[in-house]
Nanobody, 118 residues
Framework: QVQLVESGGGLVQPGGSLRLSCAAS????????MGWYRQAPGNQRELVAA??????GNYADSVKGRFAISRDNAKSVYLQMNSLKPEDTAVYYC?????????????WGQGTQVTVSS
């Protein structure tokens, strides 16, 4: 059983910062790309940032220069969010492409709420 567990969401004022963490656990052979998506009420889920297992990252245009994605080992990914804006308010989901041996598929975390408001 593979699990992705996120943490680090919360309420922050505009211009503030938050750091999201995501850790994968379970019967994992290897993890390829990991990333963060978000979904605001009434909107579709969208990619925020992703990083390959070689450390190559890509970002949505709306967060370039403000957010940074990183991995410190094979099973954890982080999202440093700076200069937060009200429009960054959403539920943020961790996503990973995981090889469990028999299959390779994408897994999702349960989501963590980020609210940017004064």
């Amino acid at each position: 059983q593979v699990q992705l567990v996120e943490s680090g969401g919360g309420l922050v004022q505009p211009g503030g910062s938050l750091r999201l963490s995501c850790a994968a656990s379970g019967s994992i052979f290897s993890i390829y790309s990991m990333g963060w998506y978000r979904q605001a009420p009434g909107n579709q889920r969208e990619l925020v940032a992703a990083i390959t297992n070689s450390g190559s990252g890509n970002y949505a245009d709306s967060v370039k220069g403000r957010f940074a994605i990183s991995r410190d080992n094979a099973k954890s990914v982080y999202l440093q969010m700076n200069s937060l804006k009200p429009e960054d308010t959403a539920v943020y989901y961790c996503n990973a492409q995981i090889d469990t041996g028999p299959i390779i598929r994408r897994y999702w975390g349960q989501g963590t709420q980020v609210t940017v408001s004064s």
